[in-house]
């Protein structure tokens, strides 16, 4: 395996997700300085949110750091970014409906959800099993040996395990952000720019998880290409 390779390919894994989320970034303090006609804060927009779904078990707490927001399944809790949670801008609105959508799928059994959950497990095995099997690589043991294949292949299993997550993972973020738009239009929440914003928004932040996905598949696939030269 060359080591030099593998950087390439991690550099331009990096460089693609460091693009994706520096146009995230901007777009998001850009929609946070734009309040909504609503007025309401990304903690209120949640609990409407929740509360026309009938979801009075799900908790809403301010968490810390930036875009750091999520939806916790295990303990039915929606954590939102200071600048989520008190902010009432289209930023605001739009991140916290979406990660409202993400209880909504939970509430609902969404399938892509559900199997997210189920591969985590794996997920977490493979990212400890992976620095094990790339040092072992690195120290040169034999591209053509048997061994050196065997090397190889866990590779290409181990990534292959990252990247069915990532790319089970895209279903769940369009379908909450889908969920999200649909809620935020229909209960007047944001209207026209707004929402254009909105979606806007929502659309980049999906797009770091496209770029995540793409940057497994090339992981992947490098891993696979060496494997397949080791047998020649």
């Avoid at 750091?68 to 289209?90: Q, W």
């Avoid at 095995?125 to 690589?137: N, T």
């Amino acid at each position: 395996m060359g080591y030099m390779g593998y950087m390439i390919i991690t550099a331009i894994a990096a460089g693609i997700g460091g693009l994706v989320g520096k146009v995230l970034k901007s777009r998001i303090e850009k929609y946070s300085q734009i309040p909504t006609s609503s007025g309401l804060s990304g903690a209120e927009v949640a609990k409407q949110m929740l509360d026309h779904y009938g979801l009075h078990d799900v908790r809403i707490v301010e968490g810390q750091g930036y875009l750091s927001d999520h939806y916790n399944p295990g303990t039915k809790t929606i954590s939102l970014s200071p600048i989520i949670y008190r902010g009432n801008s289209i930023a605001s609105a739009a991140v916290a409906a979406h990660e409202c959508g993400h209880a909504v799928q939970h509430a609902e059994s969404y399938a892509f959800l559900q199997m997210r959950s189920k591969i985590v497990p794996m997920v977490q095995l493979s990212a400890k099993a992976q620095q094990f099997v790339l040092m072992g690589a690195f120290m040169g043991m034999g591209a053509g040996s048997a061994l050196g294949g065997t090397i190889m292949l866990a590779c290409v299993i181990l990534f292959g395990v990252t990247a069915l997550f990532s790319f089970v993972t895209l279903p769940v973020e369009f379908d909450a952000s889908n969920r999200a738009l649909a809620w935020l239009d229909d209960a007047g929440i944001t209207h026209g720019e707004e929402y254009d914003g909105a979606k806007d928004a929502l659309k980049w932040a999906a797009m770091t998880y496209v770029a995540a996905a793409l940057s497994a598949l090339i992981m992947v696939l490098y891993f696979l290409m060496q494997y397949m030269g080791s047998r020649d």
